[in-house]
């Protein structure tokens, strides 16, 4: 199997599996597993299709992918429970389907366009929107609000897997150094803090004190 399907099975699983233990913290019942799984499972590579133009998009031409979102979802279901620290487990899955979604997506873009900065674009959005979904669904706090660099990592690992691909790196080389990179700068995030400077403004009023 080629490494780049094999990165978009990968990625599709962990973030299924993120979306499922979200819906383990909710406790919902199979359903809402189901249909988290599969919002996060497929929906970077959704915003990614749609963006290039690539219709149907990815899932309606090989619904193999949603078969793998229902069986992650039903394991989980049945599973779940037997984890210590759910959202520990899910911040990690979550940097592991990052790293290989945001490779994934750069390869896709690069390969559709030519061009450097849309696969860059395409990267982060393959390997982040999902997780905003799930974020957004589940009622949890959204990751890009977290302190800790996250779009920074899928850039990071997008640009890695770009450069090491116009120097001429064969594909698998290019692609472990896209995914090393992208998993080593969240990781470090997630173990260290590690942030980017932020904004000198005075926080937002609420909007009824401006009226």
């Not at 497929?42 to 193999?64: E, K, Q, S």
């Not at 366009?113 to 979904?133: D, E």
Request: one cysteine or more; a neutral charge.
């Amino acid at each position: 199997m080629p490494i780049l399907e094999i990165l978009d099975y990968a990625g599709v699983a962990v973030f299924a599996a993120t979306g499922a233990l979200s819906a383990s913290r909710k406790q919902l019942d199979i359903i809402g597993y189901l249909f988290l799984a599969s919002v996060t499972g497929i929906g970077g590579g959704t915003m990614r299709d749609v963006v290039l133009g690539a219709t149907p998009v990815f899932w309606v031409t090989n619904p193999t992918y949603l078969l793998v979102c229902a069986t992650v979802a039903v394991l989980l279901f049945f599973t779940a429970h037997l984890f210590d620290s759910r959202y520990r487990v899910l911040v990690w899955l979550d940097a592991i389907g990052l790293s290989a979604y945001c490779v994934m997506g750069a390869a896709k873009g690069y390969a559709a366009t030519g061009s450097p900065s849309v696969a860059l674009v395409t990267g982060m959005l393959t390997a982040t929107f999902g997780g905003v979904l799930r974020d957004l669904l589940a009622g949890e706090p959204s990751v890009l609000l977290r302190p800790e660099v996250y779009v920074t990592a899928a850039l990071i690992g997008a640009s890695a897997y770009v450069l090491a691909t116009m120097a001429g790196l064969p594909l698998v080389a290019a692609s472990t150094l896209g995914v090393a990179s992208a998993f080593a700068v969240r990781a470090g995030a997630l173990k260290f803090g590690w942030t980017l400077p932020t904004g000198k403004a005075l926080p937002g009023r609420d909007p009824d004190d401006v009226m």
